[in-house]
């Protein structure tokens, strides 16, 4: 029979690749919009989007990847996510008679939900918020607010 501290351990494990896994896809993508700036500023423009926007969606995506992956302030990174998620289905990938839309569609949802599953847990005892939470006594109110 595992003991519950075996059980801990693995979920633990099991919410650190999550969030690698999950954060993966940010950290890709916005290192490939950072890679050819310019590009990206063109396709934003495209898209009627101003330069500041795509700087905002990398750091976003670069910033908020990081968060969840390394699991600092990881609630809030991943609820950036979250919302970046949805946002970019319902305004981005609607046009359902496209099978590929509908896919990208899907695929941001659930990514969303996915995120919104690590707000609600928290990224576990292996990250760095779990570090930061035993110094929480020498911390400003509102950090360890987010922290917990």
């Known amino acids: 029979m595992d003991s519950a501290s075996s059980r801990s351990e693995l979920a633990d494990f099991i919410l650190l690749l999550g969030r690698l896994l999950l954060s993966l896809i940010f950290l890709h993508e916005g290192s490939v919009l950072a890679s050819d700036i310019s590009a990206t500023v063109d396709t934003f423009a495209r898209l009627g ?3 500041p926007v795509a700087f905002a969606v990398i750091a976003l995506q670069l910033g908020a990847g990081l968060s969840v992956a390394a699991g600092f302030l990881g609630r809030l990174g991943a609820l950036a996510l979250g919302f970046f998620c949805l946002a970019t289905a319902l305004l981005f990938h609607t046009n359902f008679d496209s099978q590929n839309e509908l896919l990208h569609f899907e695929k941001d949802l659930a990514i969303a939900g996915g995120m919104f599953v690590l707000v609600a847990s928290g990224a576990g005892s292996i990250s760095i918020d779990r570090l930061l939470r035993k ?13 917990s």
């Open 135 to 147: 110094r929480a006594d020498r911390m400003h109110p509102w950090l360890r607010a987010v922290l």
């Open 49 to 51: 989007l101003a330069a």
